[in-house]
């Protein structure tokens, strides 16, 4: 099930956050992220828990996907699939770019947005401290 990230689930997207990248909590304060009007969070529920979850910024043209995590015993079950397909539907017509950033040797998560259609626009040197991130992009037809 996919529904709004609510104050409840903010302990388990910690969880999720941290097992990912040591500093999630600090760079990501959910607290304010979930009062922005332009940011949006949702989450897969499956077993009465959290398994996944997808953070994107929306603005009238722009989106932005800020991340998505799937708790590690859940993964290749299409839940990534799932929060990145209801996003596309949920997005405005308006919306005429998506973008991302990833770490250039995530292989998991470019073959995930390859498969969705993003292509590589460009690589940012060093963008996670020694590591390079590529920026992708998809532009959505009118
Ligand atoms: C990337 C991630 C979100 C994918 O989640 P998932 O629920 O396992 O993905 P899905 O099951 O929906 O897989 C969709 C597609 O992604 C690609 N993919 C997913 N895991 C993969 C893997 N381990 N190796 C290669 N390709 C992979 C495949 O193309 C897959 O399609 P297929 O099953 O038809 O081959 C997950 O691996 C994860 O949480 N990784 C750690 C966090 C992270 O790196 N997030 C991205 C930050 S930019």
Redesign the pocket.
Known sequence: MIRDLKEEDFERIYELGQE?TPNFKKTNKLSEMIKDKYTKLIVYEEQKQVQ?FLIYTELPDIVD?I??????S?????????L?DYMFTEIPTSVQLVT????EK????I??Y??FGFEIINTRNKYYGEENAYLMGRRLEK
């Open positions: 990912i996944g996907i991340d998505i995590i799937v708790a590690e859940f993964r290749r079950k299409n839940i990534a699939s799932c990145l991302l950033e990833v770490r995530n292989i998991p998560a073959n995930l390859k498969k």
